[in-house]
Protein backbone atom coordinates (compact mmCIF):
# COMPACT_ATOMS: atom_id res chain seq x y z
CA UNK A 1 0.00 0.00 0.00
CA UNK A 2 1.20 3.67 -1.14
CA UNK A 3 1.28 6.55 1.61
CA UNK A 4 -1.41 7.86 -0.56
CA UNK A 5 -3.44 4.68 -0.04
CA UNK A 6 -2.76 4.87 3.58
CA UNK A 7 -3.96 8.28 4.06
CA UNK A 8 -7.29 7.44 2.53
CA UNK A 9 -7.97 4.50 4.80
CA UNK A 10 -6.68 6.05 8.47
CA UNK A 11 -8.67 5.51 11.23
CA UNK A 12 -8.28 8.51 13.03
CA UNK A 13 -8.03 7.78 16.70
CA UNK A 14 -10.73 9.15 19.47
CA UNK A 15 -9.50 12.64 21.03
CA UNK A 16 -9.46 11.27 24.05
CA UNK A 17 -6.07 9.77 23.86
CA UNK A 18 -4.56 13.06 23.00
CA UNK A 19 -6.00 14.57 26.22
CA UNK A 20 -4.50 11.54 28.40
CA UNK A 21 -1.35 12.56 29.97
CA UNK A 22 1.82 10.66 29.38
CA UNK A 23 1.85 8.76 32.87
CA UNK A 24 -1.47 7.70 32.73
CA UNK A 25 -1.57 6.35 28.97
CA UNK A 26 1.83 4.19 30.11
CA UNK A 27 -0.13 2.83 33.05
CA UNK A 28 -2.81 1.54 30.91
CA UNK A 29 0.03 -0.07 28.29
CA UNK A 30 1.26 -1.84 31.42
CA UNK A 31 -2.17 -2.96 32.59
CA UNK A 32 -2.96 -4.24 29.10
CA UNK A 33 0.44 -5.98 28.38
CA UNK A 34 -0.17 -7.65 31.84
CA UNK A 35 -3.61 -9.07 30.96
CA UNK A 36 -2.66 -10.02 27.81
CA UNK A 37 0.70 -11.77 28.77
CA UNK A 38 1.86 -13.83 26.07
CA UNK A 39 -1.45 -13.30 23.73
CA UNK A 40 0.67 -10.12 23.21
CA UNK A 41 4.14 -9.19 21.33
CA UNK A 42 5.79 -5.73 20.82
CA UNK A 43 8.34 -6.24 18.31
CA UNK A 44 9.70 -2.49 17.72
CA UNK A 45 12.66 -1.23 15.46
CA UNK A 46 15.76 1.35 17.16
CA UNK A 47 14.81 3.77 15.35
CA UNK A 48 11.21 4.19 17.42
CA UNK A 49 10.88 6.83 19.96
CA UNK A 50 11.46 6.02 23.38
CA UNK A 51 8.08 6.29 24.44
CA UNK A 52 7.52 3.38 22.43
CA UNK A 53 10.63 1.82 22.79
CA UNK A 54 10.00 1.21 26.89
CA UNK A 55 7.61 -1.20 26.10
CA UNK A 56 9.10 -3.37 23.84
CA UNK A 57 9.22 -7.25 23.90
CA UNK A 58 11.81 -6.55 21.85
CA UNK A 59 13.66 -4.46 19.52
CA UNK A 60 15.95 -4.77 16.51
CA UNK A 61 17.08 -3.60 12.73
CA UNK A 62 14.81 -5.00 9.81
CA UNK A 63 16.67 -8.75 9.74
CA UNK A 64 16.32 -8.92 13.82
CA UNK A 65 13.02 -8.00 13.48
CA UNK A 66 11.98 -10.09 10.55
CA UNK A 67 13.96 -13.58 12.45
CA UNK A 68 11.96 -12.48 15.73
CA UNK A 69 9.06 -12.35 13.96
CA UNK A 70 9.23 -15.73 12.42
CA UNK A 71 10.17 -17.61 15.77
CA UNK A 72 7.53 -15.72 17.92
CA UNK A 73 4.45 -18.89 17.41
CA UNK A 74 2.44 -18.35 20.77
CA UNK A 75 1.48 -14.51 20.19
CA UNK A 76 -2.33 -13.69 18.65
CA UNK A 77 -1.44 -10.57 18.85
CA UNK A 78 2.21 -8.80 17.29
CA UNK A 79 1.68 -5.03 17.31
CA UNK A 80 4.29 -3.86 15.39
CA UNK A 81 5.97 -1.10 16.17
CA UNK A 82 7.68 0.74 13.28
CA UNK A 83 6.74 1.03 9.43
CA UNK A 84 4.64 -0.32 6.87
CA UNK A 85 6.34 -2.96 5.08
CA UNK A 86 8.16 -4.47 8.25
CA UNK A 87 4.53 -5.54 9.74
CA UNK A 88 3.69 -6.50 6.09
CA UNK A 89 6.90 -8.86 6.57
CA UNK A 90 6.30 -9.97 9.99
CA UNK A 91 2.50 -11.09 8.60
CA UNK A 92 4.30 -12.87 6.06
CA UNK A 93 6.66 -14.68 8.61
CA UNK A 94 4.11 -15.17 11.20
CA UNK A 95 1.39 -18.18 11.67
CA UNK A 96 -1.96 -17.80 10.01
CA UNK A 97 -3.13 -17.64 13.64
CA UNK A 98 -1.62 -14.29 14.15
CA UNK A 99 -2.82 -11.07 13.71
CA UNK A 100 -0.18 -8.31 12.85
CA UNK A 101 -1.10 -4.91 13.70
CA UNK A 102 0.11 -1.46 12.63
CA UNK A 103 -1.14 1.37 15.50
CA UNK A 104 -0.72 3.92 12.66
CA UNK A 105 -1.36 3.10 9.11
CA UNK A 106 0.26 6.65 7.93
CA UNK A 107 3.88 4.96 9.25
CA UNK A 108 4.95 4.10 5.56
CA UNK A 109 8.34 4.68 4.10
CA UNK A 110 8.89 7.38 1.87
CA UNK A 111 11.60 4.99 -0.18
CA UNK A 112 9.36 1.65 -0.17
CA UNK A 113 7.26 3.78 -1.65
CA UNK A 114 9.68 4.88 -4.67
CA UNK A 115 8.60 1.32 -6.14
CA UNK A 116 5.42 0.40 -6.96
CA UNK A 117 4.81 -3.03 -9.18
CA UNK A 118 3.24 -1.13 -12.28
CA UNK A 119 6.60 0.83 -12.52
CA UNK A 120 9.02 -2.16 -11.38
CA UNK A 121 6.55 -4.12 -14.43
CA UNK A 122 7.18 -1.51 -16.81
CA UNK A 123 11.25 -1.50 -15.91
CA UNK A 124 11.52 -5.55 -16.18
CA UNK A 125 9.99 -5.15 -19.78
CA UNK A 126 12.62 -2.91 -20.94
CA UNK A 127 15.30 -4.16 -19.23
CA UNK A 128 14.41 -7.70 -20.54
CA UNK A 129 14.62 -6.01 -23.85
CA UNK A 130 17.92 -4.72 -23.58
CA UNK A 131 19.97 -7.33 -21.57
CA UNK A 132 17.79 -10.77 -22.15
CA UNK A 133 17.81 -13.14 -19.17
CA UNK A 134 20.71 -12.13 -17.71
CA UNK A 135 19.39 -10.04 -14.98
CA UNK A 136 18.03 -10.85 -11.28
CA UNK A 137 16.14 -8.82 -9.19
CA UNK A 138 17.14 -7.93 -5.35
CA UNK A 139 15.12 -5.79 -3.61
CA UNK A 140 16.31 -4.34 -0.16
CA UNK A 141 13.57 -5.42 2.71
CA UNK A 142 12.84 -2.04 2.85
CA UNK A 143 9.72 -2.70 -0.29
CA UNK A 144 6.72 -3.58 -0.59
CA UNK A 145 5.27 -7.03 -0.44
CA UNK A 146 4.39 -6.52 -3.73
CA UNK A 147 7.78 -5.86 -5.19
CA UNK A 148 9.29 -8.67 -2.61
CA UNK A 149 6.74 -11.05 -4.64
CA UNK A 150 8.42 -9.60 -7.88
CA UNK A 151 11.65 -10.23 -7.08
CA UNK A 152 10.56 -13.91 -5.67
CA UNK A 153 9.18 -14.48 -9.31
CA UNK A 154 11.86 -14.04 -10.94
CA UNK A 155 14.33 -15.81 -8.91
CA UNK A 156 15.61 -13.17 -6.62
CA UNK A 157 15.32 -12.45 -3.17
CA UNK A 158 15.34 -9.45 -0.02
CA UNK A 159 18.20 -7.87 1.52
CA UNK A 160 18.72 -5.86 4.30
CA UNK A 161 21.55 -3.35 5.45
CA UNK A 162 23.40 -6.19 7.69
CA UNK A 163 23.41 -8.83 4.38
CA UNK A 164 23.56 -6.89 1.78
CA UNK A 165 27.10 -8.14 0.59
CA UNK A 166 26.51 -11.83 0.84
CA UNK A 167 23.18 -11.38 -1.09
CA UNK A 168 24.83 -9.67 -3.86
CA UNK A 169 27.50 -12.17 -3.76
CA UNK A 170 24.80 -14.49 -4.01
CA UNK A 171 22.92 -12.88 -6.72
CA UNK A 172 26.40 -12.73 -9.38
CA UNK A 173 25.99 -16.55 -8.41
CA UNK A 174 22.78 -16.90 -10.00
CA UNK A 175 23.23 -13.92 -13.04
CA UNK A 176 25.58 -11.36 -14.92
CA UNK A 177 24.19 -8.63 -13.33
CA UNK A 178 21.57 -7.49 -11.10
CA UNK A 179 18.46 -4.70 -10.78
CA UNK A 180 18.41 -3.40 -7.06
CA UNK A 181 15.42 -2.12 -5.69
CA UNK A 182 14.26 0.40 -3.90
CA UNK A 183 17.77 2.21 -2.53
CA UNK A 184 20.02 3.39 -5.02
CA UNK A 185 22.27 4.15 -2.27
CA UNK A 186 22.34 0.87 -0.07
CA UNK A 187 22.51 -1.07 -3.64
CA UNK A 188 25.78 1.28 -5.38
CA UNK A 189 27.77 1.27 -1.38
CA UNK A 190 27.29 -2.47 -1.67
CA UNK A 191 28.33 -2.97 -5.29
CA UNK A 192 31.43 -1.11 -4.63
CA UNK A 193 32.24 -2.69 -1.88
CA UNK A 194 32.46 -6.03 -3.78
CA UNK A 195 34.59 -4.29 -6.18
CA UNK A 196 32.37 -3.00 -9.03
CA UNK A 197 33.04 0.13 -9.81
CA UNK A 198 31.28 3.05 -10.26
CA UNK A 199 31.47 3.00 -14.12
CA UNK A 200 29.43 -0.56 -14.05
CA UNK A 201 26.51 0.64 -12.64
CA UNK A 202 23.43 2.11 -14.18
CA UNK A 203 20.10 3.68 -12.61
CA UNK A 204 17.02 3.02 -13.63
CA UNK A 205 14.49 5.87 -13.36
CA UNK A 206 11.58 5.10 -12.86
CA UNK A 207 9.48 7.97 -13.60
CA UNK A 208 10.84 8.99 -16.44
CA UNK A 209 11.14 4.61 -17.07
CA UNK A 210 14.81 5.49 -18.79
CA UNK A 211 18.07 3.47 -18.14
CA UNK A 212 20.65 6.34 -16.82
CA UNK A 213 24.37 4.92 -17.97
CA UNK A 214 26.83 7.55 -19.27
CA UNK A 215 29.29 4.65 -20.36
CA UNK A 216 29.84 3.75 -24.34
CA UNK A 217 28.60 -0.21 -23.91
CA UNK A 218 25.67 -1.85 -22.18
CA UNK A 219 26.83 -4.71 -21.80
CA UNK A 220 29.56 -3.90 -18.90
CA UNK A 221 26.79 -2.69 -16.87
CA UNK A 222 26.95 -5.56 -13.75
CA UNK A 223 24.47 -3.67 -11.31
CA UNK A 224 21.47 -1.72 -11.94
CA UNK A 225 20.21 0.73 -9.28
CA UNK A 226 16.61 1.47 -8.81
CA UNK A 227 16.50 5.85 -8.68
CA UNK A 228 14.88 5.49 -4.60
CA UNK A 229 16.61 6.83 -2.00
CA UNK A 230 15.53 7.35 2.01
CA UNK A 231 14.76 10.72 3.02
CA UNK A 232 16.43 10.52 6.27
CA UNK A 233 20.05 9.24 5.12
CA UNK A 234 20.14 10.90 2.54
CA UNK A 235 20.18 14.40 4.36
CA UNK A 236 23.79 13.53 5.50
CA UNK A 237 26.44 15.37 3.51
CA UNK A 238 30.17 15.30 2.80
CA UNK A 239 30.00 18.84 4.01
CA UNK A 240 28.71 17.95 7.35
CA UNK A 241 32.11 15.47 7.52
CA UNK A 242 34.24 17.72 6.43
CA UNK A 243 33.22 20.43 9.18
CA UNK A 244 34.13 17.79 11.49
CA UNK A 245 36.93 16.92 10.36
CA UNK A 246 38.36 20.74 10.33
CA UNK A 247 36.90 21.88 13.58
CA UNK A 248 36.36 18.60 15.87
CA UNK A 249 38.92 16.26 14.15
CA UNK A 250 38.77 13.68 17.61
CA UNK A 251 35.19 12.50 16.31
CA UNK A 252 35.15 9.30 13.98
CA UNK A 253 32.57 9.53 11.68
CA UNK A 254 30.25 6.15 11.56
CA UNK A 255 27.22 6.48 9.11
CA UNK A 256 24.59 4.18 7.57
CA UNK A 257 25.11 2.99 3.65
CA UNK A 258 21.64 3.85 2.95
CA UNK A 259 23.25 7.36 2.66
CA UNK A 260 25.17 8.83 -0.31
CA UNK A 261 28.56 6.87 -1.55
CA UNK A 262 30.24 10.36 -1.27
CA UNK A 263 29.14 10.59 1.94
CA UNK A 264 29.84 6.77 3.11
CA UNK A 265 33.50 7.02 0.97
CA UNK A 266 34.09 10.23 3.51
CA UNK A 267 33.10 8.38 6.58
CA UNK A 268 35.63 6.24 9.09
CA UNK A 269 33.18 3.20 8.68
CA UNK A 270 29.84 2.64 7.40
CA UNK A 271 27.22 -0.44 8.18
CA UNK A 272 23.73 -1.23 9.02
CA UNK A 273 21.72 -0.18 12.24
CA UNK A 274 23.33 -3.04 14.12
CA UNK A 275 26.54 -2.43 13.01
CA UNK A 276 26.68 1.82 14.39
CA UNK A 277 24.62 0.11 17.51
CA UNK A 278 27.69 -2.79 17.82
CA UNK A 279 30.56 -0.19 17.20
CA UNK A 280 29.19 2.26 19.88
CA UNK A 281 28.80 -0.63 22.53
CA UNK A 282 32.10 -1.57 21.55
CA UNK A 283 34.01 1.43 21.71
CA UNK A 284 36.28 2.67 24.59
CA UNK A 285 34.89 5.44 26.99
CA UNK A 286 36.11 8.63 26.01
CA UNK A 287 35.66 7.58 22.43
CA UNK A 288 33.69 10.67 20.04
CA UNK A 289 31.29 9.51 17.29
CA UNK A 290 29.49 11.81 15.04
CA UNK A 291 27.07 9.45 13.55
CA UNK A 292 24.71 9.47 10.50
CA UNK A 293 21.59 8.03 11.26
CA UNK A 294 17.82 8.26 12.63
CA UNK A 295 17.95 10.81 15.83
CA UNK A 296 16.00 8.35 17.95
CA UNK A 297 18.53 6.14 17.89
CA UNK A 298 21.61 8.27 17.41
CA UNK A 299 19.81 10.40 20.88
CA UNK A 300 19.38 7.17 22.59
CA UNK A 301 23.01 5.69 22.22
CA UNK A 302 24.29 9.03 23.95
CA UNK A 303 21.85 8.47 26.68
CA UNK A 304 22.69 5.42 27.05
CA UNK A 305 26.88 5.18 26.82
CA UNK A 306 27.37 8.27 29.04
CA UNK A 307 30.99 8.17 28.56
CA UNK A 308 31.54 8.51 25.01
CA UNK A 309 30.81 11.28 23.02
CA UNK A 310 27.64 10.65 20.64
CA UNK A 311 25.99 13.14 18.61
CA UNK A 312 24.07 12.83 15.07
CA UNK A 313 26.42 13.98 12.19
CA UNK A 314 23.66 16.33 10.85
CA UNK A 315 23.30 19.03 13.58
CA UNK A 316 19.98 19.92 12.79
CA UNK A 317 19.43 15.94 13.65
CA UNK A 318 17.12 13.79 11.40
CA UNK A 319 14.03 11.94 12.61
CA UNK A 320 11.90 9.87 10.63
CA UNK A 321 8.84 11.27 10.33
CA UNK A 322 6.87 8.06 9.41
CA UNK A 323 8.59 5.99 11.69
CA UNK A 324 7.73 8.82 14.57
CA UNK A 325 4.24 8.36 13.89
CA UNK A 326 3.83 5.25 16.00
CA UNK A 327 3.76 7.20 19.88
CA UNK A 328 1.56 6.38 22.85
CA UNK A 329 -1.65 7.37 21.90
CA UNK A 330 -1.65 5.04 18.67
CA UNK A 331 0.12 2.07 20.98
CA UNK A 332 -2.54 3.01 23.30
CA UNK A 333 -5.64 3.16 21.29
CA UNK A 334 -4.32 -0.42 19.25
CA UNK A 335 -3.57 -2.29 22.77
CA UNK A 336 -7.05 -1.13 23.71
CA UNK A 337 -8.73 -2.51 20.67
CA UNK A 338 -7.30 -5.47 21.56
CA UNK A 339 -8.64 -5.92 24.60
CA UNK A 340 -12.01 -4.62 23.69
CA UNK A 341 -12.19 -7.37 20.67
CA UNK A 342 -12.19 -4.22 17.86
CA UNK A 343 -8.75 -5.35 15.90
CA UNK A 344 -8.52 -2.17 13.86
CA UNK A 345 -4.90 -1.89 11.51
CA UNK A 346 -4.77 -5.64 10.64
CA UNK A 347 -1.77 -6.10 8.76
CA UNK A 348 -2.60 -8.53 6.06
CA UNK A 349 -1.09 -9.52 3.01
CA UNK A 350 -2.81 -11.39 0.18
CA UNK A 351 -2.05 -14.86 -0.17
CA UNK A 352 -0.61 -14.67 -4.30
CA UNK A 353 1.65 -11.83 -2.96
CA UNK A 354 2.62 -13.54 -0.11
CA UNK A 355 3.69 -16.67 -1.91
CA UNK A 356 5.92 -15.27 -3.75
CA UNK A 357 7.15 -12.69 -1.31
CA UNK A 358 8.21 -15.63 0.94
CA UNK A 359 9.83 -17.08 -1.90
CA UNK A 360 12.05 -13.95 -1.75
CA UNK A 361 12.19 -13.76 2.18
CA UNK A 362 13.31 -17.60 2.39
CA UNK A 363 16.05 -17.41 -0.27
CA UNK A 364 17.90 -14.85 2.24
CA UNK A 365 16.96 -15.72 5.76
P1 LIG B 1 18.14 -1.48 9.02
O1 LIG B 1 17.23 -1.68 10.18
O2 LIG B 1 18.22 -2.70 8.15
O3 LIG B 1 19.48 -0.96 9.36
O4 LIG B 1 17.45 -0.39 8.06
C1 LIG B 1 17.40 0.93 8.43
C2 LIG B 1 16.12 1.56 8.05
O5 LIG B 1 16.10 2.58 7.40
C3 LIG B 1 14.91 0.94 8.50
O6 LIG B 1 13.84 1.59 7.94
FE1 LIG C 1 12.07 4.44 5.28
FE2 LIG C 1 14.31 5.85 5.69
FE3 LIG C 1 12.33 5.96 7.47
FE4 LIG C 1 13.78 3.71 7.21
S1 LIG C 1 14.51 5.69 7.92
S2 LIG C 1 11.56 3.87 7.37
S3 LIG C 1 14.17 3.76 4.97
S4 LIG C 1 12.23 6.67 5.32
Not at 85 to 113: R, Y
Not at 115 to 123: C, K, L, M, S, Y
Not at 284 to 307: C, F
Not at 332 to 347: A, H, M, T, Y
Amino acid sequence: MTILETFNKTTVIPDRYFKMTSSEMELRILEIKHQLKNRLFLPAHHYQKDEVVQFADVTGDSLQLAKISAENHEADYIVFCGVHFMAETADMLSGTNQTVILPDLKAGCSMADMADIHQTERAWKELSDIFGDSILPLTYVNSTAGIKAFCGKHGGATVTSSNAKAMVSWAFKQKERLLFLPDQHLGRNTAFDLGISLEDMAVWDPIQNKLIYDGENLEQIKVILWKGHCSVHEKFTVEQIDDFRKNQPEFKIIVHPECTHEVVRASDLNGSTHFIIETIKNAEPGTKWAVGTEMNLVNRLADQYTDREIVSLNPNLCPCLTMNRIDLPHLLWSLENIVQGRIENIISVDEETKKYALLALNRMM
